[in-house]
């Protein structure tokens, strides 16, 4: 009997395997992406400007900037997207360090910038070639600009040019450019350096100074 059933069961499971359904499974795999927003801005030259005048002449004609380098800022920037560059001083006036109450104007600092990124995402202009800012926009003869005081977005020293389609984003060498700074020169620009000579101007001895903030934003 015991016999008969186990041939029987046998029997059945043969005859359902014969009429199961194909068996299917599926598994899922998630995939994220995430862009996390580069901005670095690095000033690899010239952090550090000193104007020293010790000879008559340099109070009459100013220390102009020679070409030579030792008066130069080269700044670079990483960006994973477009971008604006903020400039200016962090005061009104250069201050005294051995006396605080002693000033120098500020527009005794001028400067010029040259963009030597391989970035084409701007149109060349005066000051800047390959990008544009309110600094230079309408400056003529390429004189330098004097120095302003830093107020966020309305001191913009480089932007993208609305009109051009590449972006301004990229690495280090992509993006890329030098301050040329000068000072007590005369030169006018969009905004004039100090239409006096120190020596006109009369500041006490002293050593002056300033902070410029240079701020990188995305746009």
Known sequence: MKKTILASAVALIIAGSAFAQPVSDRAVIPIGVTL???LRIHVINGGNIE???NDIDDYVTGI?????GFYDSQVVIA???DWDLHFGAEDATL???DNPLNTLAITNIGFTAVWTGTNTCCTAVTQVSGITGNYDTATTGGAACGLKVFTGAATDLLYQDAGIAAGSGGDVLDNAFTINWEC???AA?????AATTLLAQRPAPDRYVTNVFIDLVSN
């Open 36 to 38: 996390q927003q580069i």
């Open 51 to 53: 104007f020293v005048f």
């Open 64 to 68: 102009s900037n020679g070409g030579t």
């Open 79 to 81: 960006s994973s997207t």
């Open 95 to 97: 201050l005294g360090t």
């Open 184 to 186: 007590g020169t005369l």
């Open 189 to 193: 620009g969009t905004t004039p350096m």
